[in-house]
């Protein structure tokens, strides 16, 4: 399962999924867990896309202080996700990030 810290993570995934037109990404959120290296790759590249995406949007910098928390939660969580699922080299490989 993903390790969700706070209930914003989840809804912030759901909202970008669905504003990226990211079918697969908003199954595996909703899921809640990645079932193979293919799906651990997509949700990766999925949040970078999100992250982009955020850093673009006008309505976010409204709230920027809090969306900006939210998404670095969000790093810790899915970092969590992906080494608990057995694909930290996939995160690692897509974010740069360990």
């Known amino acids: 399962m993903i390790p969700y810290r706070l209930h914003d993570e989840k809804e912030t995934l759901l909202f970008y ?3 990226l ?4 990404s908003r199954r595996i959120i909703e899921r809640g867990r990645v079932r193979n290296q293919h799906e651990a790759r997509e949700l990766a590249e999925f949040f970078g896309r999100a992250l982009a995406a ?3 949007s006008v309505k ?3 709230g920027e202080a809090a969306h900006s928390y939210v998404f670095q939660t969000l790093t810790t969580t899915l ?5 608990l699922a057995g694909y930290p080299s996939v995160w690692e490989d897509v974010t740069g990030k360990n």
């Open 17 to 19: 999924s669905q504003r």
């Open 21 to 24: 037109n990211d079918d697969m």
């Open 54 to 56: 955020s850093a673009r």
């Open 60 to 62: 976010d910098r409204a």
């Open 79 to 83: 970092t969590a996700c992906f080494h």
